[in-house]
Protein backbone atom coordinates (compact mmCIF):
# COMPACT_ATOMS: atom_id res chain seq x y z
CA UNK A 1 0.00 0.00 0.00
CA UNK A 2 1.78 3.50 -0.94
CA UNK A 3 1.85 5.92 1.97
CA UNK A 4 2.44 9.38 1.14
CA UNK A 5 3.61 12.20 3.50
CA UNK A 6 4.18 16.10 2.68
CA UNK A 7 6.13 18.40 4.46
CA UNK A 8 7.58 21.69 4.07
CA UNK A 9 6.77 25.29 5.94
CA UNK A 10 3.29 25.80 7.42
CA UNK A 11 3.97 29.75 6.70
CA UNK A 12 5.28 31.44 3.58
CA UNK A 13 5.50 35.26 3.26
CA UNK A 14 3.98 37.02 0.20
CA UNK A 15 5.47 37.52 -3.01
CA UNK A 16 8.25 34.36 -1.78
CA UNK A 17 8.11 30.81 -2.96
CA UNK A 18 5.84 27.80 -1.91
CA UNK A 19 8.07 24.69 -1.23
CA UNK A 20 6.92 21.26 -0.46
CA UNK A 21 7.59 17.65 -0.79
CA UNK A 22 6.27 14.66 -0.73
CA UNK A 23 8.19 11.35 0.61
CA UNK A 24 6.76 7.93 -0.87
CA UNK A 25 6.45 4.60 0.72
CA UNK A 26 5.41 1.02 -0.12
CA UNK A 27 6.15 1.83 -3.45
CA UNK A 28 8.39 2.72 -6.17
CA UNK A 29 8.08 6.10 -7.13
CA UNK A 30 9.60 4.57 -10.62
CA UNK A 31 7.52 1.48 -10.72
CA UNK A 32 5.46 3.77 -13.73
CA UNK A 33 2.08 2.80 -12.04
CA UNK A 34 1.23 6.75 -11.36
CA UNK A 35 1.33 10.31 -11.81
CA UNK A 36 2.58 11.94 -8.88
CA UNK A 37 0.29 15.07 -8.18
CA UNK A 38 -0.32 17.54 -6.14
CA UNK A 39 -4.18 19.12 -5.41
CA UNK A 40 -4.67 21.86 -3.11
CA UNK A 41 -7.91 22.62 -1.33
CA UNK A 42 -8.04 26.53 0.09
CA UNK A 43 -9.92 26.59 3.79
CA UNK A 44 -13.83 25.60 3.37
CA UNK A 45 -13.49 25.45 -1.08
CA UNK A 46 -13.28 22.30 -3.22
CA UNK A 47 -10.13 20.71 -4.55
CA UNK A 48 -7.96 22.05 -7.39
CA UNK A 49 -5.35 20.28 -8.99
CA UNK A 50 -2.22 21.95 -9.35
CA UNK A 51 0.03 19.26 -11.51
CA UNK A 52 1.90 16.12 -11.72
CA UNK A 53 4.95 14.56 -12.66
CA UNK A 54 5.34 11.06 -14.12
CA UNK A 55 8.76 9.44 -12.92
CA UNK A 56 10.51 10.08 -16.26
CA UNK A 57 9.86 13.37 -15.47
CA UNK A 58 7.39 14.79 -17.97
CA UNK A 59 5.39 17.23 -16.33
CA UNK A 60 1.64 18.29 -16.80
CA UNK A 61 0.39 21.80 -15.03
CA UNK A 62 -2.87 23.58 -14.65
CA UNK A 63 -3.28 26.09 -16.78
CA UNK A 64 -4.43 28.57 -14.50
CA UNK A 65 -1.33 27.95 -12.74
CA UNK A 66 1.24 27.19 -15.02
CA UNK A 67 3.43 30.53 -14.98
CA UNK A 68 4.18 29.79 -11.19
CA UNK A 69 4.43 26.08 -10.88
CA UNK A 70 7.47 23.73 -10.88
CA UNK A 71 7.59 19.69 -9.95
CA UNK A 72 9.99 18.12 -10.13
CA UNK A 73 10.98 14.16 -9.00
CA UNK A 74 13.79 12.47 -6.97
CA UNK A 75 13.90 8.78 -8.02
CA UNK A 76 17.08 8.03 -5.62
CA UNK A 77 14.68 9.70 -2.55
CA UNK A 78 11.50 8.49 -3.89
CA UNK A 79 10.13 12.27 -3.54
CA UNK A 80 8.11 14.69 -5.05
CA UNK A 81 8.37 18.59 -4.91
CA UNK A 82 6.29 21.10 -5.52
CA UNK A 83 7.14 24.58 -5.99
CA UNK A 84 4.98 27.85 -6.20
CA UNK A 85 6.49 31.27 -6.52
CA UNK A 86 4.85 34.93 -6.23
CA UNK A 87 2.47 33.42 -3.47
CA UNK A 88 -0.35 35.45 -2.26
CA UNK A 89 -3.41 34.87 0.22
CA UNK A 90 -5.44 33.30 -2.46
CA UNK A 91 -2.89 30.23 -2.39
CA UNK A 92 -3.66 29.95 1.39
CA UNK A 93 -4.55 26.09 0.88
CA UNK A 94 -4.15 22.56 2.38
CA UNK A 95 -2.09 21.19 -0.05
CA UNK A 96 -2.29 17.64 -0.88
CA UNK A 97 0.35 15.50 -2.58
CA UNK A 98 -1.44 12.21 -4.35
CA UNK A 99 -0.96 9.46 -6.37
CA UNK A 100 -3.23 9.44 -9.63
CA UNK A 101 -3.15 5.87 -11.46
CA UNK A 102 -1.74 6.16 -14.56
CA UNK A 103 -3.67 5.22 -17.68
CA UNK A 104 -7.03 6.15 -18.80
CA UNK A 105 -9.41 8.28 -16.06
CA UNK A 106 -6.25 8.61 -13.51
CA UNK A 107 -8.83 8.24 -10.54
CA UNK A 108 -6.33 8.83 -7.49
CA UNK A 109 -5.41 5.97 -5.56
CA UNK A 110 -3.35 7.66 -2.85
CA UNK A 111 -3.56 10.72 -0.93
CA UNK A 112 -1.15 12.14 1.45
CA UNK A 113 -2.78 13.68 4.97
CA UNK A 114 -2.40 17.19 3.59
CA UNK A 115 -0.67 20.12 4.96
CA UNK A 116 -1.94 23.48 5.53
CA UNK A 117 0.24 26.54 4.45
CA UNK A 118 -0.71 29.61 5.04
CA UNK A 119 0.46 33.31 3.03
CA UNK A 120 0.97 35.92 5.29
CA UNK A 121 3.25 38.49 6.26
CA UNK B 1 -11.61 22.64 -20.93
CA UNK B 2 -13.98 20.24 -19.64
CA UNK B 3 -16.37 22.02 -16.34
CA UNK B 4 -17.93 19.35 -14.32
CA UNK B 5 -21.24 20.71 -12.39
CA UNK B 6 -22.70 18.78 -9.20
CA UNK B 7 -26.01 18.69 -8.19
CA UNK B 8 -27.36 18.94 -5.81
CA UNK B 9 -24.64 21.27 -3.68
CA UNK B 10 -26.55 20.01 -0.54
CA UNK B 11 -28.34 17.14 0.03
CA UNK B 12 -30.32 17.00 4.14
CA UNK B 13 -31.13 13.44 4.33
CA UNK B 14 -31.78 11.08 6.96
CA UNK B 15 -29.60 7.58 7.76
CA UNK B 16 -31.57 5.09 5.96
CA UNK B 17 -32.43 7.25 3.14
CA UNK B 18 -31.11 6.53 -0.05
CA UNK B 19 -29.18 9.70 -2.03
CA UNK B 20 -28.35 10.38 -5.14
CA UNK B 21 -25.43 12.98 -6.69
CA UNK B 22 -25.06 13.79 -10.32
CA UNK B 23 -22.17 15.04 -12.17
CA UNK B 24 -22.54 16.76 -15.38
CA UNK B 25 -19.54 17.20 -17.90
CA UNK B 26 -19.28 20.15 -20.41
CA UNK B 27 -18.30 17.42 -22.99
CA UNK B 28 -17.86 13.58 -22.98
CA UNK B 29 -15.60 12.22 -20.74
CA UNK B 30 -16.77 8.40 -22.02
CA UNK B 31 -16.97 6.78 -18.45
CA UNK B 32 -13.71 8.61 -17.31
CA UNK B 33 -15.18 9.60 -13.50
CA UNK B 34 -14.10 9.16 -10.67
CA UNK B 35 -15.89 10.37 -7.11
CA UNK B 36 -14.43 10.92 -3.86
CA UNK B 37 -15.36 11.20 -0.13
CA UNK B 38 -14.47 13.69 2.04
CA UNK B 39 -14.98 14.54 5.23
CA UNK B 40 -14.18 17.10 7.70
CA UNK B 41 -10.39 17.01 8.60
CA UNK B 42 -9.47 14.46 6.02
CA UNK B 43 -8.12 13.62 2.53
CA UNK B 44 -10.73 12.58 0.40
CA UNK B 45 -10.85 8.96 -0.37
CA UNK B 46 -11.65 7.45 -3.64
CA UNK B 47 -14.69 5.45 -3.82
CA UNK B 48 -15.61 5.01 -7.97
CA UNK B 49 -13.49 4.85 -10.92
CA UNK B 50 -14.37 4.46 -14.47
CA UNK B 51 -18.35 5.57 -13.62
CA UNK B 52 -19.04 2.74 -11.71
CA UNK B 53 -15.99 0.23 -10.13
CA UNK B 54 -16.23 0.60 -6.48
CA UNK B 55 -12.87 1.00 -5.19
CA UNK B 56 -10.67 -1.40 -2.93
CA UNK B 57 -12.57 -1.86 0.48
CA UNK B 58 -15.69 0.40 -0.51
CA UNK B 59 -19.14 -1.18 0.66
CA UNK B 60 -21.78 -2.29 -1.79
CA UNK B 61 -24.17 0.31 -0.55
CA UNK B 62 -21.80 2.89 -2.84
CA UNK B 63 -22.75 2.65 -7.20
CA UNK B 64 -21.97 4.44 -9.49
CA UNK B 65 -23.64 4.94 -12.93
CA UNK B 66 -23.40 7.13 -16.33
CA UNK B 67 -21.32 7.77 -19.65
CA UNK B 68 -20.47 10.31 -22.01
CA UNK B 69 -21.49 13.31 -20.16
CA UNK B 70 -24.04 12.62 -17.15
CA UNK B 71 -23.08 10.78 -14.11
CA UNK B 72 -24.90 9.62 -11.04
CA UNK B 73 -23.38 8.21 -7.68
CA UNK B 74 -26.08 6.19 -5.49
CA UNK B 75 -25.59 5.60 -1.62
CA UNK B 76 -28.41 3.04 -1.28
CA UNK B 77 -29.19 3.33 2.59
CA UNK B 78 -26.98 6.13 4.27
CA UNK B 79 -25.21 5.25 7.42
CA UNK B 80 -23.75 7.82 9.83
CA UNK B 81 -20.57 7.50 8.28
CA UNK B 82 -21.72 8.31 5.05
CA UNK B 83 -22.61 12.38 5.97
CA UNK B 84 -19.68 14.12 4.06
CA UNK B 85 -18.67 15.66 0.72
CA UNK B 86 -18.89 14.33 -2.61
CA UNK B 87 -16.81 15.17 -5.16
CA UNK B 88 -17.04 14.21 -9.22
CA UNK B 89 -13.29 14.00 -11.20
CA UNK B 90 -12.57 13.72 -14.97
CA UNK B 91 -9.50 13.85 -16.46
CA UNK B 92 -8.75 15.54 -19.78
CA UNK B 93 -6.72 14.64 -22.74
CA UNK B 94 -6.26 18.90 -23.60
CA UNK B 95 -5.38 20.42 -21.84
CA UNK B 96 -3.56 17.42 -20.06
CA UNK B 97 -5.02 17.27 -15.97
CA UNK B 98 -7.50 16.65 -13.93
CA UNK B 99 -10.69 18.46 -13.30
CA UNK B 100 -12.89 18.21 -10.07
CA UNK B 101 -16.50 19.16 -9.52
CA UNK B 102 -17.48 21.65 -6.99
CA UNK B 103 -18.84 18.68 -5.00
CA UNK B 104 -22.37 17.91 -2.69
CA UNK B 105 -22.56 17.87 0.65
CA UNK B 106 -24.33 15.30 2.69
CA UNK B 107 -26.04 16.19 5.75
CA UNK B 108 -28.12 14.97 8.15
CA UNK B 109 -31.69 16.46 8.01
Known amino acids: QVQLQESGPGLVKPSQTLSLTCTVS??????????WSWIRQPPGKGLEWIGY?????????NPSLKSRVTISVDTSKNQFSLKLSSVTAADTAVYYC????FGEGEPIDYWGQGTLVTVSS | EIVLTQSPATLSLSPGERATLSCRAS??????LAWYQQKPGQAPRLLIY???NRATGIPARFSGSGSGTDFTLTISSLEPEDFAVYYC???????????FGPGTKVDIK
Open chain 1, 53 to 61: IYYSGSTYY
Open chain 1, 26 to 35: GGSISSGDYY
Open chain 2, 50 to 52: DAS
Open chain 1, 98 to 101: ASAR
Open chain 2, 89 to 99: QQRSNWPPGLT
Open chain 2, 27 to 32: QSVSSY
